[in-house]
């Protein structure tokens, strides 16, 4: 099989000569997967960020995909998130090999997602699915914690903001930074997706949606707001006043998922906070947006 080029180029930029060899190593790996698991590839490759996908049939027909994807902290716990939802509201998790970063899913219709709907009915279907996806984690699956990345955004963020030559107006930082102290440490065990976007909300058969792509988080749902706000930009500006679009979208959210608006509203900034300074050093074309949403969110 051939691996997609700008995949290809975009993980050895991403991950230098380590990600070079992993991409020498991947044929092989989807083939082993392909012979231990019997199946038959009947599509062309299809990627993300950082994984491949292959459509594929198994021995008694069942139309699946093949996911192997680059193993780091991101990624590592996309197979114990979808393995506790067990299909509920979530792409259902068949098969898994965590050493390979391989996982046989079911194939979901895919033809359209949250995205091909109008921002707030997309916002409500996020916040459905956030909702849903809210259980209690299993014990002892080790995913990593809210309260691990508050603490950590607290040590981090303004050293990275000094860094960047201040991006962000210090209230911007702080607001964040009071939103880490004052609701970081005490964050319950409940099954978060981590980065609910209109992408990862896929039409399907076995339910209307579901969600693809989890990173696997233990926190309050509240922390899954927001990363939505910059999708579907236009529809910001065809309301006229983006800032009260932007409030009005989280707030579909946050009815839709049942968490409290302002909490919605600080984790969201804080978010947004800390993907606008990654944005300033390595996607700086998404800062306009970012820093749209910052403005229509600050206190």
């Not at 192997?68 to 939802?85: F, M």
């Not at 995205?115 to 080790?142: F, I, K, N």
């Not at 914690?145 to 000094?162: F, G, H, K, Q, S």
């Not at 005490?186 to 693809?212: K, M």
Request: net charge negative.
């Amino acid at each position: 099989m051939e691996i997609p080029a700008h995949f290809a180029e975009t993980t050895i930029e991403s991950k230098g000569e380590p990600g070079r060899l992993w991409l020498a190593g991947l044929p092989a790996v989807i083939g082993s997967c392909v012979e231990q698991w019997d199946l038959a590839l009947d599509g062309p490759v299809w990627h993300g960020y950082m994984g491949v996908a292959l459509p594929c049939h198994t021995a008694d027909d069942q139309a699946v995909v093949l996911k192997v994807s680059w193993i780091d902290d991101e990624t590592r716990w996309e197979p114990v998130a979808l393995a506790a939802w067990d299909g509920r509201g979530a792409v259902r998790l068949l098969r898994r090999d965590d050493a390979r970063g391989a996982m046989l899913l079911e194939r979901l219709d895919g033809s359209k997602t949250a995205g091909d709907l109008e921002g707030l009915e997309a916002a409500v279907l996020l916040g459905e699915t956030c909702r849903r996806l809210a259980v209690s984690a299993p014990p002892g699956c080790g995913l990593p914690r809210v309260r691990d990345r508050a603490a950590r955004m607290l040590e981090e963020l303004p050293a990275t903001w000094e860094r960047l030559g201040r991006p962000f107006a210090r209230p911007v930082l702080d607001e964040a930074l009071a939103t880490c102290r004052d609701f970081g440490p005490e964050q319950p065990d409940t099954l978060l997706h981590g980065d609910l976007i209109f992408a990862n909300v896929l039409n399907a058969d076995r339910e209307p949606w579901l969600a693809i792509d989890p990173l696997g988080l233990l926190g309050e749902p509240a922390y899954d707001a927001g990363k939505f706000l910059t999708n579907r930009w236009a529809d910001h500006t065809a309301a006229g006043d983006v800032a009260a679009s932007i409030r009005r979208r989280l707030a579909a959210f946050a009815d839709a998922a049942q968490v409290e608006p302002e909490r919605a509203r600080r984790w969201s900034l804080t978010r947004l906070v800390a993907d606008g300074l990654w944005a300033c050093e390595y996607q700086v074309e998404a800062m306009p947006r970012v820093n749209a949403v910052i403005d229509a969110l600050h206190d």
